[in-house]
């Protein structure tokens, strides 16, 4: 993976004579995988330099381009160099812009606001380039060869941070992003006091990553005045990668009042507070690996390994998975490249290749939107009020609960997606509500899993780990921008619990099978209407498919008791089923992750029950499935499960009979 530095200031592009070394410009990062795949995050100014560069990659290759934009956030510094991405306008070029989806609002009407006639003067409307736009909550998707895991951020405008992988190794890129709990990020935690649970979700977003770029616009002493701004301290940034085992932090999002000498002064000394070290002169421009570029984006220096200070090489060489002190810190510097190698010790790069796809959780880039209730738990009228105020804005409903038993009432009795609990008259009275309502939980999926956010003019972090606090995101005074957009994050991230399959590994031979058969839009056939019939009544359901999964679809062969011809893939239950050689069984969806909001959950026919069994063709591919499906949790023993891969067997041989499959199948005595 090659990752290249266009971008690295922040807030506002700072070009002149004190920035020439570490860049002026506005957030961009290149990203070219080993397969070719190219990926740009943020498209801050620094993209109009990206941008040229790419035109004459065309012009040598003669090739159009194809490629994908990751938007962090929507703020100027991120997206201003969107209308000066030359590449943008051409046509026969191939773009996906993603992007984090709001309570309201595409990503694409968003961008399309600063392209508006009073500030720009050619519209969205006019780009040449095919260009899809990706709406995103959390979640991992694939782009190309790259797995792309999106994770929120802690910033004022709804935020996404993205981790890469791919090619054996890890990128991070973290910015905007402040850290959750002030005391950490002003440096006055005990060193073995607990850190708050969203810092702790963030480092592990960090860990052992390859290369991490984070924001690190301040230090401690300029952090002070600007809390709830959205940025990191150096320190922290520093810490927070120490702690978890990251190879390499570039330090970017850089302040426009830093110029060059300051940035590697102050970054020195950050450097000296954490780690006990001071920043290498070989880190303060180039590191390992990382090749100079020059105007035209043609390679005019390669540093070579031993540019690498002996020291650093040595604390390379002798790195173990547990050693934090192999960290190395760099200032990102604009023009800069830097080629990632496997490097995790102790494992080979196939075994890092499949630590990495291990842990796959699908992708969810456009999620169910549903009516959000969230419940606020407080005596105190002005913070209900001004809470009330900020869900407003985003068009939420809220519901009131004065005391500890109408809270607990209230949860009881609805289905909310959020709790916002505020000091009324003593911290530990909001704590002990936050454990009655996780008591509650022991039995119900829903509730264990509730956002409970506790507003209260000072953080407790133990005694709120304890008590099942979230999230402590609101410490007074709070803003009402500040709090719609941690209320717009929450809300999403429930709605995480919809995820769409991986096509199976055999994809490609599982497509060119399934055409095949030439069954896919053709008329019912009784042959197979009989075996869903005999399911149904079998099982005492009352839905049975024979599911077909094509590249965009599931289509139903032979249906009984749903109306419904076909619905999108990515909301298929068979999709999954088809991805495994056994039955698929969800006893209950909504204590299920993967289709909790599932539009065929929260929607008609609202599955709360769903067994698939995958049809196995004679080459070994699966086609589709045989599934039955009901509107109540239910559960199927083994008899049954056994009954129902028999009748899948049938489903079988009949979807291959008058085919060049039947051929290959082995017993050709069919149930009639």
Known sequence: MKVTFWGTRGSIAKPGPTTVKYGGNTSCIEVRSDAGDLVVLDCGTGGHGLGNALMAEMARTKKPLKGSILITHTHWDHIQGIPFFV?????????????????????????????????????????????????????????????????????????????????????????????????????????????NSQ??????????????????????????????????????????????????????????????????????????????????????????????QGSNHEKVQETKSEVVPKNVSNRLDNCNKEDNSCLQVFIAAEGKSIDLQPALIGLSVDEKKEEMIAEESCALTKPVTHEHIVLIGTSNNKIAEDLELASKGDKLNTVRANNAVEIIGAIQSERFSLVLLADGNKKDETLEICQMIRNLGSEN???????????????????????????????????????????????????????????????????????????????????LDKLTRIASSAFDMPIALVSLVDEE??????SFGLQAKETPRDQAFCSHAIRGKDVLVVNDTL?????????????????????????????????????????????????????????????EKELERGTDLEEDRPGQGLVR
Not at 553 to 558: D, L, P, T, V, Y
């Open 199 to 292: 810092d702790l979700r963030h480092i592990d977003f960090l860990r052992k990553a390859d290369l991490v770029v984070h924001d690190a616009q301040y230090t401690r002493e300029e952090y002070r005045p600007k809390v709830g701004w959205g940025h990191c301290t150096m320190e922290c940034a520093i810490d927070m990668c120490q702690r978890c085992g990251v190879r390499r932090l570039g330090i970017s999002h850089h302040d426009p009042l830093h110029d060059d000498a300051q940035l590697e002064q102050l970054v020195g000394k950050a450097m000296q507070t954490v780690l006990g070290r001071p920043l290498e002169h070989g880190q303060c421009v180039v590191e390992e690996g990382i090749a100079e």
């Open 87 to 195: 590449p943008l306008y051409v046509p026969g070029n191939k773009w996906d812009v993603y992007g984090p989806r709001g309570i309201s609002g595409s990503l694409r009407e968003i961008l399309a606001g600063q392209m508006q006639y009073t500030y720009f003067p050619v519209d969205l409307d006019y780009l040449g380039s095919s260009v899809d736009y990706h709406d995103l909550v959390e979640g991992t998707f694939h782009v190309g060869s790259i797995k792309v895991t999106a994770q929120y951020m802690n910033h004022p405008c709804l935020t996404l941070g993205y981790r890469l992988e791919c090619d054996g190794v890890a990128f991070v890129y973290a910015c905007d992003h402040e850290p959750h709990s002030q005391s950490y990020a002003l440096g006055e935690l005990d060193a073995d006091a607990p850190l």
């Open 553 to 558: 679809r599931q289509w139903f062969k032979s």
């Open 445 to 527: 999926h829903h509730i264990r899993t509730l956002p409970v956010i506790v507003v209260a003019d000072k953080e407790d972090t133990e005694a709120g780990l304890k008590a099942g606090v979230t999230d402590w995101l609101l410490v007074m005074p709070f803003t009402e921008q500040y709090a719609r957009t941690r209320f717009r994050a929450w809300l999403l991230r429930i709605a995480c619990q919809w995820r769409r399959a991986d096509p199976p590994i055999d994809e490609v031979l599982r497509l060119e099978t399934l055409r095949r058969l030439r069954v896919l839009d053709t008329d019912p056939e009784e042959r």
């Open 591 to 651: 204590t299920d992750e993967r289709f909790a909001d599932n539009p065929l959950v929260t929607g008609g026919p609202r599955i709360r029950f769903y067994a698939g069994y995958p049809l196995q063709l004679s080459n070994g591919t699966s086609p589709g499935t045989l599934c039955i499906i009901d509107s109540k949790p239910r559960d199927l023993d083994t008899k049954k499960m056994g009954l129902l891969k028999e009748l899948g067997g049938v489903v």
